[in-house]
T-cell receptor, first 113, second 115 residues
Framework: DQQVKQNSPSLSVQEGRISILNCDYT??????FLWYKKYPAEGPTFLIS?????DKNEDGRFTVFLNKSAKHLSLHIVPSQPGDSAVYFC????????????FGTGTRLTIIP | DAMVIQNPRYQVTQFGKPVTLSCSQT?????MYWYQQKSSQAPKLLFH???????NEADTPDNFQSRRPNTSFCFLDIRSPGLGDAAMYLC??????????????FGPGTRLTVL
């Protein structure tokens, strides 16, 4: 039972354009969401998070949007850069962040120069 | 640089032969986690330690055990590896647990092959 779903295994975007990565969840108890970025041969690194009391969180080129009614969140990267090419994992937890993260399967983003 | 280190990066073992994976951290974090990630699947939490307190996930097989002898080190022991245990094993740490402090720092992983 996959509670966090990333339905697009891969995405290709032209350099300079906007990248939009999507994530859906089924567990209504989730109230804290994170995005991790993973380069080959490295572990995932934290990128940005959002609490369910917000619907948007922005950090430089990265913005996460949360639509609680649709149980959907998205990560926007603008403008996209070649260094953004990586696998992006969506993760969720309850209690506004506790020790248990439930991950999605990841989306491989490729930025085309 | 403070970091999470996993050794070895690649481990090959035989069916049924016990194997130990190692994780160390220089972040002085209280919490250490072990995840299993099979090909094209999401990382799945196996268990975690808060300091010396061990917390097992309900669906983690008994075949998987863990030890944390001190703050810096945590080991994953697979007592009798089966072919289905071939996966990437990720170690992670966090400073604390609780609201707003759930950023986890990951090591590069150990890829386990079972022959």
């Amino acid at each position: 039972d996959q509670q966090v779903k990333q339905n697009s295994p891969s995405l290709s975007v032209q350099e300079g354009r906007i990248s939009i990565l999507n994530c859906d969840y089924t567990n209504s108890m989730f109230d804290y969401f994170l995005w991790y970025k993973k380069y080959p041969a490295e572990g995932p690194t934290f990128l940005i998070s959002i609490s369910s009391i917000k619907d948007k969180n922005e950090d430089g080129r990265f913005t996460v949007f949360l639509n609680k009614s649709a149980k959907h969140l998205s990560l926007h990267i603008v403008p996209s850069q070649p260094g953004d090419s990586a696998v992006y994992f969506c993760a969720a937890s309850v209690d506004f962040g506790n020790e248990k993260l439930t991950f999605g399967t990841g989306t491989r983003l490729t930025i085309i120069p | 640089d403070a970091m999470v280190i996993q050794n070895p990066r690649y481990q090959v073992t035989q069916f049924g032969k016990p194997v130990t994976l190692s994780c160390s951290q220089t972040l002085n974090h209280n919490v250490m986690y072990w995840y299993q990630q099979k090909s094209s699947q999401a990382p799945k939490l196996l268990f975690h330690y808060y300091d010396k307190d061990f917390n097992n996930e309900a669906d983690t097989p008994d075949n998987f055990q863990s030890r944390r002898p001190n703050t810096s080190f945590c080991f994953l022991d697979i007592r009798s590896p089966g072919l289905g245990d071939a996966a990437m094993y990720l170690c992670a740490t966090s400073r604390e647990t609780g609201p707003g402090v759930n950023e986890q720092f990951f090591g590069p992983g150990t890829r386990l092959t079972v022959l």
